[in-house]
């Protein structure tokens, strides 16, 4: 794996190597055959021209004249924002760039290119029947999904074109792909970060994020996004109290999954963390406060409602068939949600007083093979499924308005697995403390 941006920036900063190599090597993984499908907007070569415009110019910047990609549903100042349609392909193009897109610019970063990712953000699959579906560079043998929303994103981070991958998170659409390829996805709390300029799946649970190579990495892409500085101290693993829920996360889940996630707890216990399994029976309420539809389909109904009067024929018809279901949703039940998820999480937060953060696996399986789930009515039953498993785990977290962060647990040669650590909102800096200290075990063991 290629280095990550703190690597790679220390090296800029002792002339070991510059911008413009870092530039080249990105756009030719970028252009090779590693990210077919990864990228539907290239911007290869106003990347390479822009760092010959400003040679040395961002050293000590955060991103230092590095590469990021862009997912497909952020505005970028001229270009359209399709999110992964074709529907919008043609649309005009943004008057300025989302507010993600402009920190990161500020913070030095150049983009390379717009990525691949399911249709409107609306499935943790990442497949995309209008512009390929990107491979799992995991896997060099069988073709494996990337998981999504952030398909491309979590691509482009993974094969090291580029060191920041810009996404969002709804359901867990940074945290499946990173826990599927094998990197860093953090999902912060969502209102840390301005939603403006990306093309909204549900307002209520949209979260601006990004996906890293390492947990440091991680904080710095989540202090350019949030515009603050993280805290994450400097106390030893053995400091937090971590907990593992019995309930909800482990249902369905693989053998080598479960393995690697247990592995990692003996070695984060052996390392000294403090790990107690707990019950946690507010995870079994979920499906009774989701029961009448949840936030992402009628609030993306409200948005695609005439779109899909017009263009309706033109989506992925597994986007659609999730959208269309929000318009069976009653206000007064709308409403209810609304007041219920409150009191919920408010009984949550109560619950995990004491603890620094909570341990589960990120999804339950391993990326399953793209054949098994490519666009075709006679694989949509398994893509459902698939997609339920991989959203389940995750999406609590959402519906919590917490803060979560996936690292790779598995050992090498396995399929990618991922360790979610996370807690209730407005905890992010312990959860980072937390992962930067379980990262750092786990690669020694």
């Known amino acids: 794996m290629r280095p990550d941006l703190h690597a790679t920036r220390l090296a800029l900063l002792e002339g070991a190597t510059d911008v413009r190599a870092e530039m080249a090597t990105s756009t030719e993984i970028a252009r090779s055959p590693a990210c077919e499908h990864a990228f539907v907007r290239p911007m290869f070569e106003e990347a390479l021209a822009e760092v010959d415009g400003t040679p040395g110019a961002r050293h000590d910047q955060p991103l230092a004249g590095l590469a990021f990609s862009v997912k497909d549903l952020f505005d970028i100042a001229g270009q359209p924002t399709p999110a992964g349609s074709a ?7 943004a008057a300025a760039d989302a507010t993600a897109v402009a920190r990161l610019r500020a913070a030095g970063g150049i983009p390379i290119g717009r990525t691949n990712m399911t249709e409107f ?5 990442g497949v995309n029947p209008h512009f390929g579906t990107p491979r799992n560079p995991a896997d060099d043998q069988a073709i494996r999904i990337p998981g999504g929303s952030s398909s491309g994103a979590a691509v482009s981070v993974a094969t090291g074109a580029a060191f920041i991958g810009l996404g969002s998170d709804t359901g867990g659409s940074i945290r499946i792909p990173a826990a599927l390829t094998g990197i860093v996805g953090f999902k912060s709390t969502a209102r840390l970060v301005p939603a403006s300029g990306a093309l909204p799946l549900s307002t209520t649970l949209d979260t601006v ?5 390492s947990v440091r990495d991680a904080i710095t892409a989540h202090e350019i996004l949030a515009d603050r500085r993280v805290t994450p101290g400097s106390a030893p693993l053995g400091a937090y109290r971590l907990a593992v829920p019995a309930q909800l996360f482990f249902d369905g889940i693989e053998d080598s999954v479960a393995a690697a996630f247990e592995r990692s707890l003996a070695t984060l216990s052996a390392a000294g963390a403090r790990i107690e399994r707990i019950s946690l029976p507010l995870l079994d309420e979920i499906p009774a406060l989701n029961a009448t539809g ?3 389909a009628p609030e993306a109904y409200a948005w695609h409602r005439l779109l899909l009067e017009r263009s309706g024929a033109g989506y992925d018809p597994r986007v659609a068939q999730r959208i269309v279901k929000g318009a069976t949703m009653k206000a007064h039940e709308y409403i209810e949600l609304v007041r219920s998820r409150a009191a919920w999480i408010a009984r949550f937060e109560q619950a995990l007083a004491g603890y620094d953060a909570l341990l589960s696996p990120t999804v339950p399986i391993a990326a399953p093979t793209l054949a098994s789930v490519a666009p075709g009515e006679e694989r949509d039953a398994e893509f459902f499924r698939v997609n339920a498993l991989l959203l389940r785990n995750p999406s609590a977290i959402n519906l919590l ?3 979560a962060i996936s690292i790779p647990c598995h050992s090498p040669g396995e399929l990618p697995a991922g360790l979610m650590i996370w807690h209730a909102a407005l905890r992010d800096d312990a959860v980072l403390a937390v992962a930067l200290k379980a990262e750092a075990a786990l690669k020694m063991r």
């Open 121 to 125: 953000a609306f499935s943790g699959v």
């Open 294 to 296: 949840g936030f992402s």
């Open 209 to 213: 994020c990004a996906l890293t190579r």
């Open 401 to 403: 308005d917490g803060c």
């Open 87 to 93: 529907v919008l392909s043609h649309s005009p193009g």
